[in-house]
């Protein structure tokens, strides 16, 4: 079997390859694939020099997965090709996740839904997966009625200049700004662009694929992106209203037993989750459970996902097991 990982120098797709190396997909031949001026050089996975190939080489390679970490317009272009070569692919970007024949999975919560015919799949945005992630086994106990978010998004979620924008700030550095403000000991209400009605694109990104994901396209849900000086993972407030009551204990409970999901809530002893203790981390971790007393049926919760991790390269290579362990790839005979 061969997998593509398409975009596989940026800070995705590089956790991409370190997450391919720790899960056990079976055997497989990597196929690393990135932009024109890195083809040809090479990067090191499990132990081993692999060439760097372009999208035009990998294609020919007709690999069975390809994963996509390399913007929307590469894989728009790119991905119906991957296809038609016999691929199934798993994208990461936002090119394909609000498109109503494109699935958008977080396995845990729907990969059931997955089929042979799926020959794109889309992977959600990193902020909106933690959020679905310990949203889901609640609405199928409460019933969802709204929901009010307040991201804290890490820079790693903007890629490499964003990182070094807060690393040069740090260090006393005048360089490239991938902002259009200073983040080191500062934080900004903007994530994405801004569109005609105040919001921003992230912002929307987490409604519109929050009801997608909980199939539940009524669902009331706003939200806020807030971009602070983190690395380690993504962060959000969130208020729910339930159409029925939940109780906290109850709430900790049912989470503490949903497959993904670490509950953190003891605030005597200072737990909680915090990016720094998320990141590097797979699970998304809960607490701060608590009712809101000026709301009837609504609580309050806060939730961490290291955004390159679960956020990102690990569902993404989730999905591809699914489709492993479900025989879900069509194979070259059929």
Same mark, same amino acid.
């Given at each position: ?37 890195? !083809? ?13 190939? !372009? ?37 990461? !970007? ?55 978010? !307040? ?42 662009y801004f569109l005609p009605d105040g919001y921003t694109s992230e912002e ?26 983190v690395m380690g993972g993504h962060s959000a407030a969130i208020n729910v ?94």
């Amino acid at each position: 079997m061969k997998i593509a990982v398409v975009g596989a120098t940026g800070l995705v797709g590089r956790e991409m390859l370190t997450v391919l190396a720790e899960r056990n997909l079976g055997a497989f031949r990597l196929l690393p694939v990135a932009s024109p001026g890195s !083809s040809g050089k090479t990067l090191l996975f499990k132990d081993e020099e692999h060439s760097i190939l !372009s999208n035009e080489q990998a294609v020919q390679e007709k690999p069975e997965i390809v994963i996509f970490s390399a913007g929307a317009q590469v894989s728009l272009e790119w991905a119906p090709r991957y296809v038609d070569a016999g691929g199934t692919v798993i994208d990461n !970007s936002s090119a394909w996740r609000m498109n109503n024949e494109v699935p958008l999975i977080v396995p845990e919560i729907n990969g059931n839904i997955l089929t042979k015919k799926d020959k794109i799949i889309a992977n959600p945005n990193c902020s909106t997966i933690g959020v679905v992630v310990a949203l889901a086994p609640l609405h199928r106990k409460y019933q969802i009625r709204r929901i009010v978010i !307040s991201t804290y998004q890490s820079v790693t979620g903007s890629g490499i200049r964003a990182v070094r924008q807060l690393e040069n700030e740090r260090a006393g550095i005048l360089g490239e700004m991938a902002y259009p403000h200073p983040i080191d000991l500062n934080l900004f209400p903007h994530g994405g662009y801004f569109l005609p009605d105040g919001y921003t694109s992230e912002e929307i990104k987490l409604v519109n694929e929050t009801r997608k994901i909980l199939a539940a396209p009524s669902l009331q849900i706003t939200g806020t992106v807030v971009r602070v000086p983190v690395m380690g993972g993504h962060s959000a407030a969130i208020n729910v209203e339930f159409e029925t009551p939940a109780d906290p204990a109850e709430v900790r409970l049912l989470l503490s037993k949903s497959e993904g999901v670490v509950v953190l809530d003891d605030p005597e002893k200072n737990v909680y989750p915090m990016p720094l203790y998320a990141r590097g981390k797979d699970e998304v971790f809960v607490g701060r459970i608590r009712k809101d007393e000026s709301m009837p049926n609504t609580l309050n919760l806060f939730v961490v996902t290291d955004n390159l991790r679960k956020g990102a390269a690990t569902n993404a290579i989730q999905i591809a097991q699914y489709l492993l362990v479900h025989d879900l790839l069509i194979k070259r005979e059929e």
